[in-house]
Nanobody, 115 residues
Framework: QVQLVESGGGLVQPGGSLRLSCAAS????????MGWYRQAPGKQRDLVLE???????NVADSVKGRFTASRDNAKNTVYLQMNSLKPEDTGVYYC?????????WGQGTQVTVSS
């Protein structure tokens, strides 16, 4: 199993930045992929960005050029750096990990972009 703990959400003005963290309970080297999903009010949960074990990165078109991911292997943590935030980026952000073909989710962290 994999437990995921997210942090870093909050309220930010349009054009601002936030960094989300997702700490995994096991080495991220053993995890096939880790990623971030976003769920806006009344909408489905959509992929924002994911990193596979082969370092392939998939990024949603809506955030390309604004969001990037990085990881700290020693801390088993993946980060989502969000820049130039827009109101439409508002939602609950969930960390996801695929380990041994099973998907795991964090509890989610709220991001609100508003003036």
């Amino acid at each position: 199993q994999v437990q995921l703990v997210e942090s870093g959400g909050g309220l930010v003005q349009p054009g601002g930045s936030l960094r989300l963290s997702c700490a995994a309970s096991r080495s991220i080297f053993s995890i096939y992929s880790m990623g971030w999903y976003r769920q806006a009010p009344g909408k489905q949960r959509d992929l924002v960005l994911e990193i596979t074990s082969g370092d392939r990165i998939n990024v949603a078109d809506s955030v390309k050029g604004r969001f990037t991911a990085s990881r700290d292997n020693a801390k088993n943590t993946v980060y989502l750096q969000m820049n130039s935030l827009k109101p439409e980026d508002t939602g609950v952000y969930y960390c996801n990990a695929v380990y041994r073909e099973i998907g795991y989710w964090g509890q989610g962290t709220q991001v609100t972009v508003s003036s």
